[in-house]
């Protein structure tokens, strides 16, 4: 496993990386960015889901931005729901807003602007954002071989804890200080 740390100016917006204004960006790297494979989904209401913990340095932040690996569709079009839960019990919980995905490029990291649901969290709250496929169309989704600890999957009843890592991420901002973080799961060993 491979841990990289960068901060830069002027990574303000999470639908273009390094062409923003004035704020810092800080991106947190548990994987080496290339996945070991990819998987896609070819039932209705199934998918890959990330847990994610707030880092605690701020009273609240704002979620603006999900990115995922995407690689070749399977069949159909690059479309799907992302699904963001509040995390209570260890497990997802409740359903905090849905944001149809019908666009997005093949074989890269894709991000989707998603700042316009204003998802307001407590500063060390965690939540869950999961990808779920309609089975017609199916895009594939990075993954690497090792646990990171954070990774689920819904099966159309109930989400289950995932022995992979998923290429999933967060975009988030702390609303006091127009601070932009990536957010990727962090081992818990």
């Known amino acids: ?5 960068s901060c830069g100016k002027g990574d303000s917006n999470p639908n273009d990386p390094g062409n923003g204004g004035d704020n810092d960006t800080i991106e947190l790297f548990y994987d080496d960015s290339i996945p070991s494979g990819f998987y896609y989904e070819t039932n209705n209401e199934m998918g890959p889901g990330v847990q994610f913990t707030l880092p605690g340095l701020a ?6 931005g999900l990115k995922m690996r995407l690689g070749t569709t399977n069949a159909g079009n690059i479309s799907f729901s ?3 839960f509040t995390w209570e019990n260890n497990q997802p919980d409740s359903l905090l807003t849905e944001i149809s995905v019908n666009y997005g490029i ?5 991000t989707w602007d998603i700042s316009s ?7 060390n709250d965690r939540f869950m954002a999961g990808m779920i496929c309609d089975g017609v ?3 594939s989704y ?8 954070h990774s689920w999957y819904y099966d ?7 022995n992979q890592t998923i290429f999933m991420r967060a975009l988030i901002l702390d609303p006091a200080h127009h601070e932009l973080i990536e957010l990727q799961p962090v081992p818990n060993y």
């Open 1 to 5: 496993m491979i841990t990289f740390y």
């Open 59 to 64: 009273d609240s932040y704002q979620i603006i």
């Open 82 to 84: 992302f699904r963001l």
């Open 106 to 110: 093949e074989d890269t990291w894709n």
């Open 117 to 123: 649901e204003n998802l307001i969290m407590e500063g």
């Open 137 to 139: 169309n199916q895009p």
């Open 142 to 149: 990075g993954f690497d071989n090792y646990d990171n600890y």
């Open 156 to 162: 159309g009843l109930q989400w289950t804890a995932f």
